[in-house]
């Protein structure tokens, strides 16, 4: 049983990790709400953490570490069986019993199997463990969700509109796009540099080190803004069956993989877990608009982006 000490340090953490997010995140809300800045303005913001903030930070960090202190395949295996395990299982929900065509199956599918680990994640871990830590676990499953579950929705979405006729026009536009992808290229680059041991100079390094600072703090400035307009309008069984898939079953699958399955150490666990009860990313909503599912994408992604800081709070509280 807990003593009061340890309770006490819990809400403490809680408050040390939690009350500045929150707070950028109603920075940026607040800034579209009263017209200080707009939308589109917004969006340049977001292709700068995204294109520039993020891929800085990460390649930062991974190139200035050694491969073997960066690469763990049994935490990468556990966290890419339990993502891809949780899309079939989405996808054949949707088409078995909400009659969903196997466009919509697709995406809907991909909000209970994917965090928001690029702006949420990055930030949350960053201010609990340590950037260079952080950038370590967070880089893995960036590979897993951008590089396999992303395309692979696309894939299969794109394949139920018979948009895509040949295999291989399909493979040729995945890797165009993947070479495309800063996030990708950067997780990519940095790898290599530790695998090969080759070190930046220094002037440049610092560089991308300043680059990568901005990142936290200007993704969850951009989340909270887009968070402007949003509302719970369409809940019903699919939403909340998404947000309990999300936020519930992955972290605990994630949990359990990672303890029982694995040797990692117990901050890995811990790290896995929390990056697996994040809310939805916002490309969620992205591709259900973009496919005409906004009431059915967007709902479980305001109700998931609330629940899972509750989550996240509750284990954070738990575990430091």
Request: proline share 3%; charged share 10%; with cysteine.
């Amino acid at each position: 049983m807990l003593d009061f000490y340890e309770i006490r340090k819990g809400s403490s953490m809680v408050f040390a990790v939690i009350v500045p997010i929150f707070l950028l995140l109603l920075s940026g809300y607040f800034s579209v709400k009263i017209d200080l800045l707009k939308k589109d303005q917004i969006q340049v913001l977001s292709l700068f953490v995204v294109k520039i903030a993020l891929p800085a930070l990460l390649f930062h960090a991974l190139s200035s570490k050694n491969f073997q202190d960066i690469w763990f395949p049994s935490y990468f295996a556990v966290y890419a069986g339990v993502t891809f395990f949780l899309y079939a299982i989405g996808v054949y929900i949707f088409r078995k019993f909400y009659r969903e065509n196997f466009t919509d199956a697709s995406v809907l599918a991909m909000g209970g199997a994917m965090s928001n680990t690029g702006f949420i994640g990055t930030a949350i871990l960053t201010l609990l463990i340590g950037a260079s830590q952080a950038t370590t676990y967070i880089s893995m499953i960036l590979i897993i969700e951008s590089v396999m579950l992303v395309p692979t929705v696309l894939a299969l979405a794109e394949a139920g509109l018979q948009k895509q006729a040949k295999l291989s026009d399909l493979i040729k536009n995945t890797i165009f796009t993947l070479l495309k992808n800063p996030i990708f290229l950067s997780v990519v680059l940095g790898m290599l540099c530790a695998m090969l041991q080759l070190h930046i100079p220094k002037n440049i390094d610092q560089v991308f080190m300043l680059l990568g600072q901005t990142a936290s703090p200007l993704a969850l400035f951009v989340i909270g803004a887009g968070l402007v307009g949003l509302s719970i309008q369409y809940v019903n069984i699919q939403s909340i069956l998404l947000v309990f898939l999300k936020n519930i079953v992955m972290p605990l699958l994630v949990f359990l993989g990672l303890s029982y399955l694995t040797n990692v150490s117990q901050e890995m666990v811990y790290a896995g877990t929390i990056i697996a009860a994040l809310p939805m990313p916002t490309l969620f909503g992205i591709l259900g608009q973009v496919y005409g599912l906004n009431e059915k994408s967007l709902t479980p992604l305001v109700i998931s982006t609330v629940f899972g800081f509750m989550v996240i709070s509750g284990l954070i509280a738990y575990w430091w």
